[in-house]
Every structure is written in structure tokens, then in C-alpha cells.
């Protein structure tokens, strides 16, 4: 069984910065895709970004220049960097893993709050 742990998730203020890590229980260089997903109260859960292998990366239009995800095999981490924050990006940030291109999202974290207000 694969779990994930979140860390990184706070208070901070807009145009601040936070830093989201999320480690895996085994080895995660099989692992084909690695994403984070955010969900804010009322709304359904959005993919904010993904990795394939170590350089093949992918945005949301909404946080596209702002974050930037990356993955660490040899730590079993993968980070989302997230730069210029604002109220909106307020949301429960989780990451989340597939084994292969055809495989849905089957092991998750718990989840990591992040709240940006003055």
C-alpha cells in the first residue's frame, strides 16, 4: 500500500510563497505521472499540476507562471513551489499518484491547507 504525506501548507499573505511537499512510503521512480490537486470549499477539486518522469510538466491556466512542480525520485518527494500566492489559491492542496498513462489517480494524500489572506 502506498501512502503520501503532505507537508509545507500554512497561513500566508497574498504574493507570498509556500513551499508543498508530499512523500511516499516506497520508492516513487516507477511511478509514471505524479500530480497536485486543490479543492476549496464549494468547489470541486481542480489538477493545479503534474509531472512526468522528472521534466515533463503541466499547469492550470490558473497557476501557470506562479507554480512550478517538481519530484526528487531519490527522496520520494515530489514539491509544488508556489510563488506570487492569492486569496483564490486558498484551497486544501493534495498530491497524488498513477502507475501508468492509462491508470486514474489511485493513491492519495490527506491533504494540506493553504490559506492566503492578509
Known amino acids: 500500500q502506498v501512502q503520501l504525506v503532505e507537508s509545507g501548507g500554512g497561513l500566508v499573505q497574498p504574493g507570498g510563497s509556500l513551499r508543498l511537499s508530499c512523500t511516499a512510503s516506497?520508492?516513487?521512480?516507477?511511478?509514471?505521472?505524479m500530480a497536485w490537486f486543490r479543492q476549496a470549499p464549494g468547489n470541486q477539486r481542480e489538477l493545479v499540476a503534474s509531472i512526468i518522469g522528472t521534466r515533463n510538466t503541466e499547469y492550470s491556466d490558473a497557476v501557470n507562471g506562479r507554480f512550478t512542480i517538481s519530484r526528487d525520485n531519490a527522496r520520494n518527494t515530489v514539491f509544488l513551489q508556489m510563488n506570487s500566492l492569492k486569496p483564490e489559491d486558498t484551497a486544501v492542496y493534495s498530491c497524488a499518484v498513477r502507475a501508468g498513462p492509462f491508470d486514474i489517480y489511485k493513491y492519495w494524500g490527506q491533504g494540506t491547507q493553504v490559506t492566503v489572506s492578509s
Open positions: 516506497v520508492s516513487i521512480s516507477t511511478f509514471y505521472q
